[in-house]
């Protein structure tokens, strides 16, 4: 599996991925829906605020990870995992795990301090993610599912309370997501 970081041109298959992906395991409207956010966060976000990832079967696409920016009152560097795609056919095998350390390796050596996601506990914690409260890490918007924010230091330092209030990028600014 290669890791390709220049997506720019390949927005379509990225979509593509994430709607295929959730439309297989949440239902068509969800893959909509989570296809329709991939893209609105690649075409509508600063550079500078987004980060993909994706792993590649020779041309194929086998996953997809997106980082955005979140942005507290505080100087730490904080990025947002989220959505996060792995074919049906490559499940399983540990594509998105790899994915996710890689994404996680280049967060880091970028200078990202903390990476939060919103998610299902079990699955990434396999990658260092831990619950935690919005006391600790303040979330954008009111979670639904409060147990699936989940964060980790990217140093050394041990993970303390950002200062709030977050502000995440504008394709998530939509309190239906969280």
């Known amino acids: 599996?290669?890791?390709?970081?220049?997506?720019?041109?390949?927005?379509?298959?990225?979509?593509?991925?994430?709607?295929?992906?959730?439309?297989?395991?949440?239902?068509a409207e969800e893959g909509r829906v989570v296809g329709a956010l991939a893209r609105r966060l690649i075409e509508t976000t600063p550079p500078d605020d987004l980060r993909v990832f994706c792993a590649a079967d020779g041309p194929r696409l086998a996953g997809a990870i997106l980082f955005t920016r979140l942005r507290y009152a505080d100087p730490r560097a904080v990025f947002l995992l989220a959505p996060v795609a792995v074919a049906p056919g490559d499940q399983g095998q540990g594509t998105g795990q790899?994915?996710?350390?890689?994404?996680?390796?280049?967060?880091?050596?970028?200078?990202?301090?903390?990476?939060?996601?919103?998610?299902?506990?079990?699955?990434?914690?396999?990658?260092?993610?831990?619950?935690?409260?919005?006391?600790?890490?303040?979330?954008?918007?009111?979670?639904?599912l409060p147990h699936g924010w989940q964060a980790q230091a990217l140093t050394d330092a041990p993970l303390t309370p950002l200062a709030g209030p977050a502000t995440c990028v504008p394709a998530f600014a939509d309190p239906a997501l969280w």
């Open 98 to 144: 790899a994915l996710i350390r890689h994404g996680l390796d280049r967060i880091r050596a970028g200078g990202g301090e903390i990476t939060v996601t919103y998610g299902d506990p079990a699955f990434y914690a396999r990658t260092g993610f831990r619950p935690v409260g919005t006391d600790t890490v303040p979330a954008p918007f009111p979670l639904g």
């Open 1 to 27: 599996m290669d890791y390709v970081t220049d997506t720019g041109a390949r927005t379509d298959e990225v979509a593509a991925l994430f709607e295929t992906t959730f439309a297989a395991s949440e239902g």
